[in-house]
């Protein structure tokens, strides 16, 4: 399995028009690409607790992550013209963004990512 992580703030001063745009893209790449095999899209939350979260030295508002069964499937969402006008969007509409490519296992199967 293959996680593609987005992590990213909007513009503090992003028009409400502009934020809709881009949620609708994120639902339209979802629908569309037909490699995904799951999308999700989620919002910071806060539990205060001391220690944990004061040790975090960027604060991102949203998370996406997108799964993907190998790298190729990968690929072909990376190449996809809806994924394309998620990049536009995420290019003139987030202060900051980070976007990482990870294999994932099972925490029982973690042996297998070493080496």
Do not use: C
């Not at 934020?19 to 806060?46: Q, T, Y």
């Not at 995420?90 to 973690?110: G, R």
């Amino acid at each position: 399995m293959i996680a593609h992580v987005v992590l990213f703030s909007p513009k503090p001063d992003l028009p409400e028009a502009e934020r809709r745009a881009l949620i609708e893209a994120l639902v339209a790449a979802a629908r569309n690409i037909p490699s995904i095999k799951r999308f999700r899209v989620g919002k910071r939350v806060r539990h205060w607790m001391p220690g944990y979260e004061q040790l975090m030295r960027d604060d991102f508002e949203f998370a996406a992550i997108v799964e993907f069964e190998d790298i190729e499937a990968l690929k072909i969402y990376l190449a996809h013209p809806s994924h394309a006008v998620i990049g536009q969007h995420f290019t003139s509409s987030a202060s900051k963004a980070l976007a990482y490519d990870y294999a994932i296992v099972d925490a029982a199967d973690a042996g297998k990512l070493v080496g």
